[in-house]
């Protein structure tokens, strides 16, 4: 049977994307995603906010030199409106804002170029982003870029982020202060008084809901009036900074659903992409699919979610994606493909190489051993060995990289010092590589297991003053709020104390390394850790670049600053 051709109609404020079954409207020409009308809902987005706070890309800059995660916010907005394909069965539409060097200080030094996709008989559309810098514009830092979707507090409850995190969300307006108690970041919020008395006494918190990037492919919200699903959907993390172990927010109370791209969270300042003068630089970001589902029976809305998991799937085999009209974004024709085999070779486990087997291998820009971790100028390729120490890793942009890896079960960092060019269409074998661990003897004894995570060690249960319930007895519940404190009340007089050979790591050692809650320092009260922390953190960020005294006594008086004034005059002295 026929589908509706795609049409696009085009107004004087706004343009609108319509395939018979969703109809996307964004403004023109900035491409804020001011409405998505379907399976009868009007509009999903949050009608009761701004046009231009319910469906955007943003980004975070500072000037070149400068420190720190934080910079200048801004919800980039196009100057520029063009029509890039239009036809029966595809539109794609593109708003631009062009670097304009009169407006230096007040704009970051990039050429912007925002994309949004729709296809027939497709139930979702797509959006990606050009970024473009040249060699002769002033340098930046760059913390932050995302899409962000706000959709309808009157109708999405129900927030999915895994198949055992998933939930009844409070509203926002349970975070406000005549509802909610701020906890120690603005982030976490107590519910004393929310509407829906079920949350009463729960804390509210969206770091608590991040995900790795390697698991990080779908996340979103469901309606159950209509039984309607509002997805993100990213099928490849190729252009996503840090790696497949990057932590990256995913939805939280809003209702907000986030695509995140680049992001100095869980890592600092090692992650604030900062170009240097003279650098040029370019890069893709996405496409990602906001899919829409929805089912008769309201019985059945939480199928949505796995239908949800089947389209990811399907947008996975599809990657790369055919339909993208750019040039900077290379169909699977022009990338290349790197096969191989790692093996291990430890003489005090085995004389003969054993297989690397469930490894993570991948390729990211040349750099030092571990340095994919911290890299976010470029692309990251990555996969998981097979039994036998196997992995292929196709669609690979060309460029030139190294190949990166580490083995769950042995120490240390993999790099093989060749840097591999990838052509348009090359199949590489590198054949064996062999990962010798850094040793100087044999083991003597070991806490816990080198496989890149805590989960084997011991998580306290939170403070029953402060819990979220979903994480009670779950596989996550090092996500629950204000574990850092519990240390302190296990250890009142002292750090623990590990005996090898008696202790048992899963028992008798914490599962983070914390610091030591001291109320009482320099003769200052402190009334949580998280004071103390922000406290030593500034004196710390102060002298060590190298600020003179006067300097340094200045930025504590500063309201701005996070230490107050008794203890910044007694830590001058």
């Known amino acids: 049977m026929s589908t509706p051709r795609v049409q696009l109609l085009i107004e004087d404020q706004h343009v609108v994307m319509d395939n018979g079954i969703l109809q996307v409207t964004l403004s023109n020409p900035g491409g804020i995603v001011t409405g998505i009308q379907y399976n009868g809902i009007d509009n999903l987005l949050e009608v009761l906010d701004l046009e231009t706070n319910r469906g955007y890309w943003d980004l975070v800059w500072s000037q070149a030199g400068s420190t720190g995660t934080t910079g200048t916010f801004d919800v980039f907005e196009g100057t520029t409106f063009r029509v890039i394909v239009e036809n029966e069965e595809q539109v794609e539409i593109s708003f631009t804002r062009t670097w304009d060097p009169s407006l230096e200080g007040k704009f970051v030094s990039l050429n912007l170029d925002k994309r949004f996709i729709m296809l ?7 959006s990606y982003a050009i970024f473009e810098h040249l060699a002769d514009w002033p340098p930046f830092n760059l913390p932050q870029t995302r899409i962000v979707f706000q959709l309808r507090k009157d109708k999405f409850h129900y927030m999915v982020v895994a198949d055992n995190r998933q939930r009844f969300m409070p509203l926002p ?14 982030e976490a919020v107590l519910l004393v008084d929310p509407v829906e008395p079920e949350f009463k006494g729960e804390v509210d918190d969206k770091y608590q809901y991040s995900c790795e990037n390697k698991d990080l492919h779908v996340h979103g919200w469901i309606c159950f009036d209509p039984p309607t699903g509002f997805w993100q959907i990213t099928p490849s993390s190729e252009f996503r900074s840090g790696g497949p172990l990057k932590q990256n927010l995913t939805s939280h109370v809003g209702p907000y659903t986030l695509a995140m791209f680049l992001s100095a969270h869980y890592a600092g300042e090692d992650l604030v992409l900062k170009l240097n003068p003279g650098e040029p630089w370019k890069k893709v970001f996405g496409p990602v699919f906001m899919y829409l589902n929805s089912v008769m029976d309201k019985d059945n809305a939480l199928s949505l979610w796995d239908d949800a998991k089947e389209q990811y799937l399907k947008e996975v085999y599809c990657w790369p994606y055919s339909f993208p009209a750019s040039e900077d974004f290379p ?3 022009q990338r290349g493909k790197i096969s191989g085999r790692l093996q291990v070779l430890d003489r005090y486990i085995s004389h003969e190489c054993i297989a690397a087997n469930d490894a993570y291998v991948g390729l990211a820009p040349p750099g030092d051993v571990g340095s994919w971790q911290r890299e976010c100028k470029g692309y990251q390729f990555w996969t998981k060995t097979d039994g036998d120490g196997f992995f292929c890793i196709g669609d690979i942009r060309t460029g030139d ?4 890896a580490w083995i769950p079960g042995f120490i240390g960092d993999y790099r093989n010092d060749t840097v591999i060019t990838v052509t348009a269409g090359c199949e590489i074998d590198v054949g064996d590589l062999v990962y010798e661990p850094p040793r100087d003897g044999p083991t003597v004894w070991e806490i816990g297991i080198p496989d890149r995570s805590a989960a084997e060690f011991y998580i306290p249960d939170p403070n029953p003053k402060y819990i979220n319930k979903l994480f009670i007895n779950h596989p996550d519940r090092f996500r629950q709020y204000g574990l850092w404190e519990r240390y302190a009340d296990l250890y009142p007089d002292g750090d623990l104390v590990y005996k090898v050979g008696h202790s048992d790591y899963k028992k008798d050692w914490f599962f983070a390394q914390v610091n030591r809650f001291n109320s009482t320092i320099l003769g200052f009260n402190f009334t949580n850790q998280v004071t103390y922390l922000r406290c030593l953190s500034t004196m710390t960020n102060l002298w060590t670049t190298n600020k003179s005294s006067k300097d340094v006594k200045n930025s504590l008086m500063s309201p701005s600053c996070p230490v107050t ?3 910044a005059m007694k830590m001058i002295v």
Request: glycine share 6%; with cysteine; charged share 30%.
């Open 401 to 404: 990289y190294n190949l990166y």
């Open 565 to 567: 004034c008794s203890v």
């Open 120 to 126: 027939r008989n497709s139930s979702g559309f797509y």
């Open 331 to 333: 169909c699977s024709d």
């Open 173 to 186: 307006d349970d975070r406000q202060p005549e509802r909610g108690e701020p906890l120690d970041f603005p």
